[in-house]
């Protein structure tokens, strides 16, 4: 059982005091049986009982609260140590893997997997007290006739064997619900990443909901349901058996066998007894079921995850190198499956050097290949082929994490964290405060602690805020794929003519995704990307003429706000 593996793996001491504390708090239950029966049998002796009634009165809570608490935390601590290994083995993961694996599975892992696990985790003690009832009642069972205890282990065997089979149906249905889980939950997502479009187009609406959205609901419900249910006609049919047993013993063997009262009495009481906790474990199986379940798909993610390299370098300077002198890909490919087409697309080779302190614009039409170009040059990716080189020096696995750490990205469809993580300084919060000035920001924006009091902001609001973050790292080199692309014509004339040159004077290596040829006289080069190779390098004075046909004039005169990199 998977779930009884992952939580011996990780205190298996831990996890033996808490079974002996559950046996004994289960025997204490038992034992309260024996004493009443005792004093059936000879209500003289019942006063020199009371001492052993009243011991047992105090040992059952406490031997079931260490029990309890013991395996909660213990069966906690293995969660958060899961969710923690399952987290940097995700951050470890390449980004190229993380993409082709998708948001759904990962998100999946941790709402649905997880949480069921921890579901299962809270009824293990219980499950083990009651485990522990079970076992000092057959053994009190045996104490009082052996014959009639062979009787009743046969119809547990019985019982055992009877409920394998649809227990294992219900596996079935069980994991196939859980892989509509994934399913369902990108639908879900796009109901949320998608509500203003489904509610502009009526027609759209009802064909998500209804044609999407339903069968997918539908289809995890219809198989949970079929697990649950499989799960529950197998509990019915082990109550019956447990009834078949007590009237055995009670009405059919007394006409073969000469038994005492007493012991049938106390068999009956026993088996009367054992009802509840029998039916506590046979309860708890589909919640053992769906996390065996959970946990099969979480290994499967990890060793999916694990069959990739490891993306964590092991040297990551804190401060990369100011004086570095050049960056150079040589020869470096990458393939991947572009939307609509049946080939793969090829990117590269790619064979460019960007030296410190210049002022690299990319340009090409749409599916050119400038992103995963970025992604490539900042070290997200793993080139297929080629090497990429600082300062002469090939980046491998083990330097990859420390070479990433000379970039400050904005990415176009980059993430906004509500804390400015990783960055300390005791003049945060005012350098912070003085850069949303300068975006304009600061009447929707504060700052306290190093956490910004919103990120409910328009688009390029928001790019304003990731550019902020970018400025107080304060690194090497600075990218920027399509910033200005959601900036209103004044901020995109501050982005070109104002911030980039601001970066280049303080000695900082500028790269920029752009469309927007009427600056491309702001860089000092142009990388332009055609179907994934890069053409010649074109200059600015070759396109000059286009250049100044197309550029504005409107906010020459516009004053432009002071922003400088602390």
Not at 314 to 321: C, D, E, L, M, Q
Not at 517 to 528: G, M, N, P, Q, W
Request: aromatic share 10%; hydrophobic share 45%.
């Amino acid at each position: 059982m998977r779930i009884l593996s992952f939580v011996l793996q990780y205190a298996r001491k831990t996890l033996v005091l808490a079974l002996l504390a559950g046996f004994i708090s289960g025997a204490t239950n038992v034992a309260f049986i024996a004493v009443i029966n005792t004093a059936l049998k000879d209500m003289n002796a019942a006063p020199n009982l009371l001492w052993a009634f009243m011991a047992l009165c105090v040992a059952l809570p406490i031997t079931r609260f260490i029990s309890e608490s013991l395996l909660a935390r213990f069966g906690q601590g293995s969660l958060f140590n899961l969710r923690m290994q399952l987290s940097h083995q995700i951050i470890a993961t390449p980004l190229r893997r993380l993409e082709e694996l998708g948001s759904p599975k990962l998100l999946g892992a941790f709402t649905e997997d997880l949480m069921t696990i921890t579901n299962a985790l809270l009824i293990i003690p219980v499950i083990s007290i009651n485990v522990a009832v079970v076992l000092c009642a057959l053994f009190y069972l045996g104490w009082l006739s052996w014959t009639l205890l062979l009787i009743v282990l046969g119809f547990m065997v019985i019982g055992i064997l009877t409920y394998r089979f649809p227990a294992t149906k219900a596996i079935h249905y069980l994991r196939l619900a859980r892989d509509e889980a994934n399913e369902l939950l990108n639908h879900l997502r796009a109901l949320t990443d998608g509500s203003k479009e489904l509610k502009l187009h009526h027609n759209r609406r009802k064909a998500f909901l209804t044609d999407v959205l339903q069968p997918a609901a539908e289809l995890y419900r219809e198989r949970t349901v079929k697990g649950l249910t499989i799960y529950t006609a197998a509990a019915s049919w082990g109550q019956v058996l447990v009834f078949i047993v007590i009237g055995l013993v009670f009405f059919a063997l007394p006409a073969f066998r000469n038994i005492r009262v007493e012991t049938l009495t106390g068999y009956s009481m026993a088996l009367l007894y054992l009802m509840s906790p029998l039916q506590v474990i046979i309860n708890s199986m589909p919640g053992i079921g769906r996390a065996n379940v959970a946990l099969k798909k979480i290994e499967e993610l990890q060793l999916s995850l694990a069959a990739q390299p490891t993306d964590t370098g092991a040297t990551a300077p804190s401060v990369p190198k100011s004086n570095w002198n050049s960056i150079e890909m040589v020869g470096m490919t990458h393939t991947y499956r572009r939307e609509g087409d049946e080939d793969n697309f090829v990117l590269g080779p790619l064979n460019l050097t960007l030296k410190q302190g210049e002022m690299v614009f990319i340009v090409g039409g749409n599916g050119s290949g400038k992103t995963t170009l970025a992604k490539l040059l900042t070290g997200l990716y793993t080139p297929e082929s080629g090497e990429l080189h600082l300062d002469g020096k090939a980046v491998k696995d083990e330097t990859r994490e420390a070479y990433r750490q000379y970039f400050s990205v904005v990415f176009s469809d980059f993430y906004l964290f509500e804390t400015l993580l990783g960055l300390k300084s005791t003049q945060l919060d005012q350098q912070a405060q003085a850069y949303l000035a300068d975006f304009q920001l600061s009447n929707k924006v504060e700052i306290k602690d190093g956490k910004l009091s919103t990120t409910a902001l328009s688009q390029g609001q928001r790019k304003r805020l990731a550019l902020l973050t970018a400025y107080l790292e304060d690194r090497p080199i600075y990218l920027f794929d399509e910033w200005a692309a959601d900036q209103d014509p004044y901020f995109k004339e501050v982005f070109y003519n104002k911030l980039l040159p601001e970066l280049k004077e303080k000695g900082k290596t500028v790269v920029v995704i752009t469309h927007d040829d009427r600056y491309f006289d702001v860089a000092d080069r142009l990388i332009k990307l055609e179907y994934g190779k890069i053409a010649t390098p074109t200059s600015y004075e070759e396109i000059r003429p286009l250049v100044d046909e197309k550029k504005p004039t409107l906010y020459k005169t516009h004053f432009v706000p002071r922003v400088d990199i602390r």
